[in-house]
């Protein structure tokens, strides 16, 4: 098979991406003022590009797949396959202006709307039967209003820049987060296909195992229903019996659901935030000898 060619975002998702990657088992490692980073795996091949042009590369199929906002995908109206949400770089595109105009100015006047999303932007004041005449930004669009545009059209993450330039979010347009998408040219050839597919399972395990941990732990047999009764798991935890030099003498080993004396070794895979509460109760309920360690991949 030819190599997968991938594209990934520059600029400021380029951090998520990699680190994404990274815990597939994939390296990217980027040469200063290069554009074509050295990966580890002998079947893919990446390339960094604007987050605005990945769509449309993809479309055309000059690559197979790559990582953009879905906001990017919106605004060209690239005509690809979005394989999965990633759920990192979460924004919303809002329309917002200066606090001193109120919502009825917006309609009695023709007004100036900042955007870096023109096609996103001129459909909404479609919409509203706002007359507008769109400005098109290259960043730092929070700075047009109130002397060079009346609105903006542009993503936020909190909204704490726009209140910090005296602007007031009028209505939420759209929601974005980074996703992974795949060319349908790509996607119709079978062993590309196939490698597109390992790739979205790989991130897949990545982002299960992200706000989890595993907590390791003895009890004894006479504790063993009641802890397991009141353990958290993504199914069901892991029951091993713990050895005893005196019961491989006589003979008496009984797995769960039996008699051991020597007790069971539990594993269960829990949210990381649910260890501050949990730890105190398994030491009530009888576990010995915890340990917690983060996990690097879940499959379910």
């Known amino acids: 098979m030819d190599k997968l060619k991938i594209l990934l975002p520059k600029g400021r998702i380029y951090e998520n991406v990699v680190e994404l990657l990274a815990g597939a088992g994939i390296s990217v490692k980027l040469p200063e003022r290069a554009y074509r980073p050295i990966v580890n795996q002998d079947d893919l091949e990446a390339k960094v590009m604007k987050p605005q042009n990945i ?31 990633l759920g990192f770089d979460k924004v919303r595109i809002v329309a917002a202006v200066p606090s001193a105009l109120n919502d009825e100015d917006l309609k009695s006047k023709r007004i100036v709307a900042a955007t870096e999303y023109e096609n996103i932007a001129r459909r909404w004041l479609e919409r509203k039967n706002i007359q507008a005449v769109v400005l098109h930004t290259s960043g730092a669009t929070e700075v047009f209003p109130p002397d060079d545009a009346d609105m903006i059209i542009d993503n936020t993450a909190t909204g704490r820049t726009l209140a910090e ?58 504790n063993f229903d009641t802890l397991v009764k009141g353990l958290p798991s993504m199914r069901s935890p892991t029951v091993s019996p713990l050895y ?57």
């Open 55 to 85: 769509g449309k590369l993809l479309e055309m199929g000059a690559h197979d797949c790559g990582f953009t906002g879905r906001d990017w995908i919106d605004e060209t109206g690239a005509d690809v396959e979005e394989i999965m949400d």
């Open 244 to 300: 005893s030099a005196d019961h491989e003498k006589s003979g008496t080993s009984h797995g769960p659901g039996g008699t051991h004396e020597a007790g069971f070794a539990v594993k269960i895979a829990v949210k990381q935030s649910e260890v501050p509460a949990l730890l105190p109760r398994l030491k009530e309920l009888g576990a010995t000898d915890i340990l917690e360690y983060e996990l690097r991949k879940v499959l379910a």
């Open 165 to 222: 330039n005296g602007l007031r979010i009028v209505e939420t347009i759209a929601e974005s987060s980074t996703r992974f998408f795949a060319s349908k040219i790509a996607l119709s050839h079978p062993e590309k296909r196939q490698k597109i597919m390992e790739l979205k399972m790989l991130f897949e395990a990545v982002l299960n195992a992200r706000g989890r941990v595993m907590l390791e732990m003895n009890v004894s047999a006479e």
